[in-house]
């Protein structure tokens, strides 16, 4: 895989990682060996930065769009997240508290759906369960309309009447 792809799966910022990893090409046997024993490098990095916009926003509690809304373009390091974590400006506490209801909305909305899917799967168990209870009976038949037919033309063989 690109090494982008890999930075990214390993939750780190490529410019800040050395030149071979950029360079080369990561196989997934390789990108499984950097997650279970991390080279010194990665373990810096994961530890010091500098982060990605996803790990600061994570870090910081907010979105990734509300660090664009605070100025945020470049990737911190821990001691600027922890700067910014201890003075607290008025547009972090705004997009954490954005953030905040975001994640209540989207709670709701799962409690709601979760509730509606438990009423229709009663709902569906109580069809069942109906259909079940009640005696099978063949449906009748039409009737057939008689063989003979009162037309004469039915009656006839060949064109000759009898």
């Not at 030149?19 to 990095?45: I, K, M, Y």
């Not at 909305?109 to 009640?134: G, I, N, P, S």
Request: no cysteine.
């Amino acid at each position: 895989m690109k090494p982008a792809t890999a930075a990214k799966k390993l939750g780190v910022y490529l410019e800040a990682t050395p030149a071979e990893f950029q360079e080369g090409v990561v196989t997934r046997d390789e990108l499984n060996a950097l997650q279970t024993d991390p080279p010194q490098w990665l373990r810096e990095l994961r530890r010091d930065g500098p982060h990605p916009r996803p790990v600061v926003a994570g870090k910081l509690g907010i979105s990734i769009s509300g660090l664009a809304r605070g100025g945020i373009e470049e990737a911190l390091t821990t001691e600027q997240i922890d700067a910014l974590k201890a003075d607290e400006p008025e547009w972090l506490r705004t997009e954490r508290a954005i953030q905040g209801e975001v994640r209540r909305e989207a709670l709701r909305v799962k409690e709601k759906h979760a509730k509606e899917k438990k009423a229709e799967e009663r709902k569906q168990a109580e069809a069942l369960a109906e259909a079940h209870a009640a005696p099978t009976r063949r449906p009748s038949r039409p009737s057939r309309p008689s063989r003979q037919s009162s037309s004469p033309a039915r009656r006839t063989f060949g064109g000759r009447g009898r």
